[in-house]
């Protein structure tokens, strides 16, 4: 077997044990894993290597923009499981849009499992972060939960993050690059 497509498959089950435990995740294991995904041919090099630099560097917010990226990149499961990772790991090292997006990707099951709870205490840490676009959709969620025992399949709250989202796109409070996510709602209500 090709020494390539080993090192490949391995990278792929590395990441997929970061995207379904971000906990786990740390700038040594991301970088190594960056490293393998490129060598393996998953990502260009010239990508790959402007990731791996901001990871060393510590630039949550260009981790962030990369994770937007490579969330767009639908035929190719496994940069969006990537882009993923970039997210849990700027949120988890404080970057505040980093952590509202964590937040609905749990409140809403993209990717993830769902647990609204989760979602909830994101979506606390970006308010505490001085992230204030949060501060808005904290209180659609809450008020939708305090009327529905079960946000799972909350219509309102799908309607209600769509509007809110679409509204403050422009406004530079929700990046153009978040635009997935209102994609992902607007599918799920269907």
């Not at 990731?51 to 949550?60: S, T």
């Not at 309607?159 to 690059?177: E, F, H, M, P, Q």
Request: hydrophobic share 40%; net charge positive.
């Amino acid at each position: 077997m090709n020494n390539n497509l080993i090192a490949g498959k391995r990278a792929v089950k590395e990441l997929d044990a970061l995207y379904h435990n971000p906990c786990k995740i740390t700038g040594r294991k991301l970088s190594g894993l960056v490293l393998k995904m490129e060598h393996a041919g998953f990502l260009d090099k010239r990508l790959g290597n402007y990731i791996f630099m901001e990871i060393n560097r510590n630039d949550f917010q260009e981790l962030y923009y990369y994770a937007s990226y490579l969330g767009k990149q639908k035929s190719n499961p496994v940069k969006v499981r990537l882009g993923g990772v970039l997210y849990a790991h700027a949120a988890r090292s404080g970057y505040a849009r980093a952590q509202a997006i964590l937040g609905l990707t749990y409140i809403m099951g993209m990717g993830v499992e769902q647990n609204v709870r989760e979602g909830i205490a994101w979506l606390r840490r970006a308010k505490r972060s001085g992230y204030s676009a949060v501060k808005d959709l904290l209180k659609i969620v809450l008020s939708c939960e305090a009327k529905h025992k079960d946000l799972r399949f909350c219509q309102e709250l799908l309607l209600l993050l769509v509007a809110y989202i679409r509204k403050n796109t422009d406004t530079n409070l929700w990046c153009t690059g978040d635009q997935f996510i209102v994609e992902y709602l607007e599918n799920k209500r269907m």
